[in-house]
């Protein structure tokens, strides 16, 4: 039997990463969707809980077969990817789609800059567990039913999204700040562009906003 082949530092912080993010993604929304105002929109919450937790069980088996225990690639993420999660609880069933929005898909645009550097399979395995966009297109198509349903709801979840992402990004730069080995990833050349990562964050998360009807 061929014994696994040692990953670099990178390899695990991030697979890491993303399979934490994955299991708390999952327990996020499986509790949310008691907020959801009838069954097909509960069910539909599940099923994408569902999709997270299959996610991070594959994360999960790469890290075994990498020779790295999954809750140790894990641990370095709990309190950043946690504080966050505990400091945006949605109240509502039109906070909660558009944290799904905002939020996961801020954290997938990190994720996606950061993976872009790794080999494969790698490289094929972090892209692939990445949200789907018929989620996002399912969270986007609420926000607009909510905003329809009540104008006043925009300015309301306009405020929510940008506290968001400024949580987000707040993480975000902690995790970059504390991880040697993720911040090489993002480098540009012989140095490490963060200010260029975040400014291409905050672009997609522009588009996004306007898509959804909602103001940046």
Do not use: C
């Amino acid at each position: 039997m061929s014994t696994p082949s040692t990953p670099g530092p990178a390899v695990a912080d991030l697979l890491g990463l993303v399979a934490f993010g994955e299991l708390l993604a999952f327990e996020r929304m499986a509790g949310d969707a008691r907020l959801a105002p009838d069954l097909r929109r509960r069910a539909a919450l599940n099923e994408m809980a569902a999709a997270e937790i299959a996610n991070y069980q594959r994360l999960a088996d790469r890290l075994t077969a990498l020779g790295v225990p999954p809750e140790e690639a894990m641990a370095p993420y709990v309190e950043p990817l946690q504080a966050y999660h505990d400091s945006t609880e949605p109240r509502d069933w039109a906070e909660v789609v558009t944290k799904a929005y905002v939020g996961d898909a801020i954290t997938d645009d990190f994720i996606r800059e950061i993976a872009d550097a790794l080999e494969e399979p790698d490289r094929a395995l972090v892209l692939d567990v990445l949200h789907d966009s018929r989620y996002a297109d399912f969270a986007a198509a609420e926000i607009r039913v909510a905003v329809a349903d009540d104008p006043r709801v925009a300015g309301r979840l306009s405020m929510w999204a940008r506290r968001l992402v400024g949580e987000a990004l707040s993480q975000a730069s902690r995790v970059a700040a504390e991880r040697a080995a993720l911040t090489a990833l993002i480098a540009r050349g012989d140095r490490v562009d963060v200010s260029g990562l975040f400014g291409r964050l905050t672009a997609a998360h522009t588009a996004r906003m306007a898509a959804a009807g909602l103001n940046n």
